[in-house]
């Protein structure tokens, strides 16, 4: 950790000292944004407070230099590749050059003085893009009581499979529609078969659903035929972000054998807009997870003493929903999870680690979804099909209305913090879909 991670910095953003922000200053994350009504082509800025740092206006006003200067040239484009391609040290060698623009005895102030709006820009007045141009995404499945669950409802003999502990369990997922938070979500249709019929038929999904997950993003890649030991993992993670791995469980119920998911799926997947860097994450790492005395420890390709003590994150996700009937009547969302990164069966680097064990090469940019994060108790499930049991156990809205799956018109809103005493809070801003009606094909 270093100066960046000063509980005690002081801001002249004063939205950053917001007890309620996900953005103070020892968060920093990146994105794309674009001031809206304006002729700008998006660009990489920095979430502060309420505010969104334009890095290429404070680089063209000469105002980082080195390595710093270096990474932010990478931000005058409309997506953050370049800048991750950099690698994690030319991350952190801007972040330390920003810290020092925004801290209260710095630089900074006098110049937002002077160039005001063009340096740093409302949020609420920017429209902001997906951060990454995502080549391949892989989705894990790194929740034991998740996929405990979950096979207990579909194979209630056999719930767990004999290689869950042994190996990262994935499937490849698709990258083109993966959306920024923000973006309605159509509802799919497609082949489902109910226990009473003989053949499917085909329509609109009746068992929509969402997926509470985090996605980590690859820095660095690495060549093909060169795996990445669990040591050099993490420096391969240049961040993470919230993922909605949207799920049509009528869908996947009936194509899912022998291949796996495939258009219950990839109809769309959500990404919230700001990466979170692995830096402002140093200060929540955690414990990996502890496996019960049963069960077998980690091939050694997947096990290392780093890992095993700060290969996870203190990080919290809470799972929003808000039906159309409550957002006529004015009705707030309402909170139907809450969960704790902490339960995960495998580390983020042990996933990465896992992926190119093979030497599958990881290339800059692509998104590794960890899984939907359910802890152990029932408030902790991070889909609905986990909390309604597969729609026997609705759940009640305020209105009145009962939930089994989605709805048209609901929308779904993920929010993740990491939290510690004696470090200050950083949340990952939200991420948000509606639900809108099916097309006829
Ligand atoms: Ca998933």
Redesign the pocket.
């Known amino acids: 950790m270093n100066e960046t991670h000063d509980p005690h910095l002081e801001c002249w953003v004063r939205s950053a000292h917001a007890a309620d922000t996900d953005f103070p200053i020892q968060n920093l994350p990146f994105g794309i944004f674009r001031r809206s009504h304006s002729d700008d082509e998006p660009r990489a800025g920095v979430a502060i407070g309420d505010q969104i740092l334009d890095v290429t206006t404070w680089l063209s006003e000469g105002l980082f230099d080195g390595a710093a200067a270096e990474a932010a040239a990478r931000c005058a484009l409309p997506t953050l590749n370049a800048l991750m391609a950099l690698g994690n040290e030319a991350a952190s060698s801007l972040r330390r050059g920003i810290v020092g623009l925004l801290r209260s005895d710095g630089i900074g102030y006098e110049n937002f003085k002077r160039l005001g709006d063009a340096c740093l820009t409302p949020m609420k007045g920017a429209q902001l893009y997906a951060p990454v141009q995502i080549g391949d995404y892989t ?1 894990f499945y790194a929740s034991v009581y998740h996929a405990t669950n979950v096979g207990s409802m579909f194979r209630p003999d056999n719930p767990l499979l004999p290689n869950y502990k042994f190996v990262p369990i994935g499937y490849h997922g698709r990258a083109s529609s993966i959306v920024v938070s923000g973006t309605d979500i159509v509802r799919p249709s497609g082949q489902t078969k109910d226990s009473k019929s003989e053949t499917p038929s085909f329509g609109s999904t009746r068992m929509l659903d969402y ?1 509470s ?1 985090l996605g980590i993003f690859v820095g660095r890649g690495n060549s093909l035929g060169a795996p990445i030991s669990i040591q050099r993992a993490p420096d391969h993670i240049f961040g993470f972000c919230l993922v909605n ?1 949207w ?1 049509a469980r009528d869908i996947q119920a009936w194509e899912y054998q022998p291949l796996g998911p495939f258009l219950a799926k990839n109809f769309a997947t959500s990404v919230s807009p700001w990466v979170i860097t692995s830096e402002a994450i140093e200060p929540f790492r955690a414990p990996a997870f502890v496996r019960p005395a049963a069960d077998p420890t980690p091939l050694s390709y997947l096990d290392a003493p780093t890992d095993r003590e700060k290969g996870s994150i203190q990080l919290f996700l809470e799972v929003w929903l808000q039906s159309g009937m409550m957002r006529e009547q004015n009705i707030p969302a309402t909170k139907l999870s809450r969960t704790a990164f902490g339960s995960m069966y495998w580390t983020p680097a042990q996933l990465l680690t896992h992926h190119a064990s093979n030497g599958c090469n990881l290339r800059t940019g692509d998104l590794l ?1 960890s ?2 994060i359910s802890g152990e108790s029932k408030t902790e499930r991070g889909c609905l099909l986990e909390l309604t049991w597969k729609g026997a156990e609705p759940l009640l809205l305020p209105t009145g209305e009962e939930r089994r799956f989605l709805e048209d018109g609901d929308e779904v809103i993920m929010r993740g913090y990491c939290e510690r005493e004696g470090y200050a809070r950083i949340g990952f801003g939200d991420c948000g879909g509606m639900v809108l009606p099916s097309k006829e094909i």
């Open positions: 989705d997926e997950e791995d799920s979804g899984g939907t």
